[in-house]
């Protein structure tokens, strides 16, 4: 294999970042910038951009570098970058991957090929050869509900020793997916609750991280969620706080669980960023901007915690 590397202590509240946009669509790296700035001001400890939430898939390869480029600039070294390299080709993935490499991110967030679903033998040796070209640590990033692959477990375990994954973000409804990870894995590889429905539960059984939705919008909370979870065992104040995002979590997830995906969970994020005055723009179609009640139902729901 590659160098040695590991993922290994790796923990906290990462956030996806939103990747900014100008009225016609052209990128924004200045609205990027001015994202990053917010999630460090909120105290936000780690970042892992371009994985879903940055919406790669509506951009070039060499535009999802320079976004990236902006991202590793505004940070400064401050937080460490999982950078979301993942593509369904091989090469392109690759590609990507030196590119983050060359700008020091700490490791590669990468998820499973997509939308020809190919077969686990395929996904593997994908992730093999990332790993052998590219040397960086990478963090599997299991999201079914949009590929339409799911690593179990006990897969992960297997490519665990084989030194090609170092840790993974399950994007996935079902808590005991970290149960069983960290029953199989043992303690010191990183699992990350990848979906907030279940973030709450998935902190109190041992996952050392949380990247998804709400920590994009309400990094502040989410953190705190997590240290009180996590580092002071604070059951009791985290089980208040939680009540207090549930709101936030049901706007974000009620059309994707109802399978309308209207309002979608990338506008709603996008939305509270505007909300706040953060020049992030629209998406690039064909998604669009949630519609004006719902706009009004997240205002209101951010006024309530205190974000607004």
């Known amino acids: 294999m590659a160098e040695a590397s590991s993922l290994k202590g790796i923990k906290g509240v990462f956030s996806p970042t939103i990747t ?5 669509e052209s990128l924004n ?5 001015k994202y990053v700035r917010f999630l460090l001001d909120q105290g936000m400890e780690g970042l892992a951009p371009l994985g879903s939430g940055g919406e790669p898939v509506a951009m070039r390869p060499e535009e999802r570098m320079r976004v990236l480029e902006a991202i590793v600039e505004e940070t400064a070294g401050k937080v460490p970058i999982l950078a979301g390299t993942g593509d369904y080709s091989t090469a392109t993935t690759i590609e990507l991957s030196l590119h983050a ?3 020091g991110c700490r490791g ?4 499973t090929p997509f939308l020809l679903i190919p ?4 996904v593997f040796h994908h992730l093999c050869r990332v790993r052998e070209k590219v040397g960086l640590p990478i963090m599997l990033y299991d999201v079914p509900f949009t590929t339409g692959i799911e690593i179990t477990p006990e897969e992960l375990k297997k490519w665990s020793d084989e030194d090609v994954v170092h840790g993974v973000k399950w994007s996935h409804a079902e808590v005991n997916r970290i149960h069983n990870t960290r029953l199989l894995c043992g303690p010191d590889f990183p699992v990350f609750a990848g979906n907030d429905l279940i973030a709450f539960e998935g902190l109190a059984d041992g996952a050392q991280g949380w990247i998804s939705g709400v920590p994009m919008m309400v990094p502040r909370l989410a953190v705190k969620l997590r240290r009180l979870l996590a580092e002071e065992h604070n059951l009791q104040a985290a089980r208040e706080l939680w009540y207090k995002l549930l709101p936030l979590v049901r706007l974000e997830f009620g059309a994707a669980s109802s399978g309308d ?3 979608h969970i ?3 994020c996008r939305e509270a960023a505007l909300l706040r005055g953060i020049p992030v723009g629209p998406s690039r179609l064909p998604l669009s901007p949630v519609e004006p009640p719902v706009r009004e139902q997240l ?3 951010l006024m309530s915690l205190g974000e607004l």
């Open 20 to 24: 900014a946009f100008h009225a016609d």
């Open 29 to 33: 790296l200045n609205g990027v910038k």
């Open 101 to 103: 490499k060359s700008l």
């Open 108 to 111: 590669l967030m990468i998820i």
């Open 119 to 122: 077969p686990k033998r395929d």
């Open 261 to 263: 995906w209207d309002p």
């Open 266 to 268: 990338i506008s709603i």
């Open 299 to 301: 205002r209101k729901i």
